[in-house]
């Protein structure tokens, strides 16, 4: 029976199709080769977490999450990141391990979508965490790591924006003066809606300097040398701090010899608000969002009763594939036709070339229509038909 939703599916959910299937674990697996050769142990954490604990403390918009009841009518999310749930195991059956902790993780996240054809509501990411340490060393580990792993993918041409929330919290609070009023406009930088900005920060009742001071904040992107230009605009202990804090994580990434992959960007602000320093995203020559990102968090662990600092980063698995521009080939593939009379040769046959590594298409002749359109498809076929001894017979 047919109804009108037998071809559908819902907001933002999408199929992976064989081809983009295989480079998508291609990519997958050169990444984690790459992360775990840095020392980071995977783990695993169930799609479903509560809304009150996890959900919560993953800090995005609550229209972007899954929720359902359980049982027991409590409340459930599909989990929107793996920062949260991994907080989570840090604090509790991990609480016995000593910091810092590297783990790393290759996990579906879900974020609902309002949109149809939209950005897809569920999607893979690759990546890490590493808890328990405060330096900037740390910061420069997992962006210098992130760095490697998408060069590693095959990616040549990307770039990290580094900004840190501090600054911009710093800046914001001390020329408009109250969280609300900063929120407004901290919402303005996380949309990248500059022209947003800009309208929003001239209808204020600002004096002409504070209102250049936030047109200034603007142009806070490029290189290093943007730290001294910022440091005019807010010299407050938590502006100053911030700055501090990049001006050490350049030192780190300059040893680590990726800082030509870097630029400041100090109007970032992210989706989810448990960053508290450092935060950064990747960008691909052709893809105008970032396809990875991460940061600081050093307020999120004791939210689980287990205080540390903490910063990581996630890849866009969905995203990274369609920066390389370029779909794997499906491998090639052996097909071994068979009549019933010579199935057990067939089987055998079957077994040999699987032992050598290849992929083989076990098919009774009786189960195919067109032997032409099928032979196509394979770059060997074999025949073990009728009762000839023998492998493959003349056409
Ligand atoms: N969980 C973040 C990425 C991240 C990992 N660690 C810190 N930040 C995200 O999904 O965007």
Known sequence: MSTPFMFEKPVGMRDTLPSFYQTKNTVKQTMEKVIESWGYLPIQTPALEYYDTVGMASAILDRQLFKLLDQNGNTLVLRPDMTAPIARVAASSLKDQMFPLRLSYHSSL???????????????????????????????????????????????????????????????????????????????????????????????????????????????RGGREKLEDAKTLVSNGEASKALEDLEQLWEVLDGYGVSHHIKLDLNLVMHMSYYTGVVFEGYGSRLGVPLSSGGRYDELLQRFNRPAQATGFGIRLDLLVEALGQTEALPEQTCILFSKERRLEAIEKARQLRKEGKRVVLQDLQGVDNIDELSKAFADVQYYIGNKQGGKIDE
């Open 110 to 220: 879900f974020r609902a979508q309002q949109r149809e054809g939209g950005r897809p509501a569920e999607f893979e990411q690759v990546g890490v965490e590493l808890v328990g340490d405060g330096t900037s060393s740390a910061d420069g580990e997992v962006i210098a790591l992130m760095v490697e792993t998408l060069k590693e993918s095959g990616l040549d041409d990307f770039q990290i924006a580094i900004g840190h929330i501090g600054y911009v919290n710093a800046l914001l609070l001390d020329v408009v003066g109250s969280e609300e009023r900063a929120n407004v406009l901290r919402r303005y930088l996380y949309e990248k809606n500059y022209v947003g900005f800009k309208q929003h920060v001239k209808s204020l009742p600002l004096s002409s300097i504070d209102e250049k001071r936030l047109m200034d904040l603007l142009s806070l």
